[in-house]
C-alpha cells in the first residue's frame, strides 16, 4: 500500500480550511478506489474530520512562529522517519518541510511577498506587515525540493518563476471551484425607484483595503449623493484595523451599512439583491466573491490589479479602479447610481500555462503519475 501525507498544521479558519477540506474530501474516497493510505497533520482533526484517513493532531506549532518553524524543518522530518515509505508529500500551508518522501510539493496560497503595505499598518496591522516581510524567505527555503509547487493563478505562476528561479513545468495552476448553481436558487425583484446597492465582502484585514471604498463613499455623500448605499461584512470591532475604521467612518457616513460577518447562505442573499459588487483588495491569490458574484451577472468594481483580472475571466460587466485612488472609484460608482453602464465591459479569457489543475482529482493525477 503506498502512502501520502498531507501536512497542515497552520489551516484552522477561513479559505485555507476549506482547501482543506476539499482536499480530503477527495482523498477519502481516492484512498479506498486507489488502494493508498492517506496520513494527515492537523491543527485539530474535528475540522477536517473525515473516513479513511489517519490523523495526526497538534496545536503546539500554531501558537508561535517559532513553534511553527521548529515543527516544519525538525520535527516533521523526525515524523517522516517513523512513517511507513512516504510516496508523496504534500505541503498545503506554503511551507517545504524537512521530509523523507520521494516526491514532495507545497500549495502556496500566500499573496504577501507582493503586497505593498503601508507604514500605519505597523500600528494596527503589524502580522501583516511581518508576513509581507518575511514570507518570501519563508517561501524560499526548501522549495526546490519540491517536484511541484502549486498556486492558483498564472499571476502568481509568473511571479513564483521570477523570485524562485523555477521551471514553468514544475508549477501547477490548481483553479479553485466554480460556484454551484444551487446556489442561484432565485433573484430579488427590485424596485427601479430604490437605491443602488454596493456590496463589499471580506474579513476584517487590512490588505482588503476597506478605506478605499469608505473615501469613495464619503466622497459621494459630499457632493451630495444619498440614493445609495454601500454594505461592508465588517462591525467595527473585528481588531485594531476596523475599529480605526469605524471610528473614522462609521457615524458619519450615512451610506454605509456595518452588516458585519455573513455565512455562505446570507452572503448569498447579499448577491441577490444588490447592484454591483466593488472589490478593492490590494493582494489575492483568487478572491472568491469575484467568481460567486459573476454567476449574477451584475456589474463588478475591481481592483485593477493581476488578481482581479484573473479572477473575473470571462465575466461581462467590469471596471477596473485604481486601488489607491478613492476618487477613482468615486467616479465609476457615480456613473451606476446614475444608470450609466458605458464603463463596463467584458473581460476575456485569461490563456493559462500547462500544467493547469481543474479539480483535486487531475491535481493528485499530475502529482502521483507525472515525473
Known amino acids: 500500500m503506498k502512502t501520502i501525507v498531507v501536512s497542515a498544521v497552520n489551516l484552522n479558519v477561513g479559505g485555507?480550511?476549506?482547501i482543506l477540506r476539499d482536499c480530503l474530501s477527495f482523498l477519502s474516497e481516492f484512498s479506498i478506489e486507489k488502494n493508498y493510505r492517506v496520513i494527515v497533520i492537523v491543527h485539530k482533526k474535528e475540522l477536517a474530520d473525515?473516513?479513511?484517513?489517519?490523523?495526526?493532531?497538534?496545536?503546539?506549532?500554531?501558537?508561535?512562529?517559532?513553534?511553527?518553524?521548529?515543527?516544519?524543518y525538525v520535527s516533521m522530518k523526525h515524523i517522516s522517519k517513523k512513517l511507513p515509505p512516504v510516496d508523496l508529500w504534500l505541503s498545503l500551508h506554503d511551507t517545504t518541510p524537512n521530509v523523507i518522501a520521494k516526491k514532495q510539493a507545497v500549495y502556496c496560497h500566500n499573496p504577501f511577498p507582493f503586497y505593498k503595505w503601508k507604514w500605519r499598518e505597523c500600528m494596527?496591522?503589524?502580522?501583516?506587515?511581518?508576513?509581507?516581510?518575511f514570507s518570501k524567505f519563508i517561501?524560499?527555503?526548501?522549495?526546490?525540493?519540491?517536484?511541484?509547487?502549486?498556486?492558483?493563478?498564472?499571476?502568481?505562476?509568473?511571479?513564483?518563476?521570477?523570485?524562485f528561479n523555477l521551471t514553468s513545468d514544475k508549477i501547477i495552476v490548481a483553479l479553485p471551484d466554480s460556484p454551484k448553481n444551487k446556489d442561484l436558487d432565485f433573484y430579488v425583484e427590485k424596485n427601479p425607484d430604490s437605491v443602488y446597492e454596493f456590496l463589499?465582502?471580506?474579513?476584517?484585514?487590512?490588505?482588503?483595503?476597506?478605506?478605499?471604498?469608505?473615501?469613495?463613499?464619503?466622497?459621494?455623500?459630499?457632493?451630495?449623493?444619498?440614493?445609495?448605499?454601500?454594505?461592508?461584512?465588517l462591525t467595527g470591532n473585528e481588531n485594531n484595523y476596523t475599529n480605526w475604521l469605524?471610528?473614522?467612518?462609521?457615524?458619519?457616513?450615512?451610506?454605509?451599512?456595518?452588516?458585519?460577518?455573513q455565512n455562505r447562505e446570507s452572503l448569498f442573499q447579499y448577491y441577490r439583491k444588490c447592484d454591483c459588487l466593488v472589490f478593492p483588495s490590494k493582494v489575492e491569490t483568487w478572491g472568491l466573491p469575484i467568481s460567486e458574484f459573476s454567476e449574477f451577472n451584475k456589474p463588478m468594481l475591481l481592483a485593477n490589479l493581476p488578481y482581479a483580472h484573473e479572477t473575473s475571466a470571462g465575466s461581462q460587466q467590469v471596471a477596473f479602479?485604481?486601488?489607491?485612488?478613492?476618487?477613482e472609484l468615486a467616479k465609476q460608482m457615480k456613473l451606476l447610481i446614475q444608470g450609466d453602464f458605458s464603463s463596463l465591459n467584458i473581460i476575456p479569457e485569461k490563456m493559462i500555462e500547462e500544467p493547469i489543475a481543474h479539480s483535486w482529482k487531475e491535481l493528485f493525477q499530475?502529482?502521483?503519475f507525472e515525473a
Open 246 to 261: 469605524y471610528k473614522k467612518y462609521g457615524k458619519t457616513i450615512q451610506s454605509l451599512q456595518w452588516i458585519g460577518f
Open 16 to 18: 485555507t480550511l476549506t
Open 321 to 327: 479602479f485604481n486601488p489607491n485612488d478613492p476618487k
Open 200 to 233: 463589499y465582502a471580506a474579513s476584517g484585514n487590512s490588505h482588503k483595503n476597506f478605506e478605499c471604498l469608505c473615501q469613495a463613499t464619503e466622497i459621494l455623500e459630499n457632493e451630495g449623493i444619498h440614493n445609495f448605499k454601500v454594505s461592508i461584512t
Open 139 to 163: 517561501y524560499k527555503k526548501n522549495i526546490h525540493k519540491n517536484n511541484f509547487v502549486i498556486v492558483q493563478q498564472q499571476w502568481l505562476k509568473e511571479e513564483f518563476k521570477s523570485l
Open 50 to 72: 473525515f473516513p479513511n484517513i489517519e490523523y495526526i493532531e497538534n496545536q503546539w506549532p500554531k501558537k508561535r512562529w517559532i513553534n511553527r518553524l521548529w515543527y516544519e
Open 366 to 368: 499530475t502529482l502521483l
Open 124 to 133: 494596527f496591522a503589524p502580522k501583516i506587515v511581518l508576513f509581507s516581510l
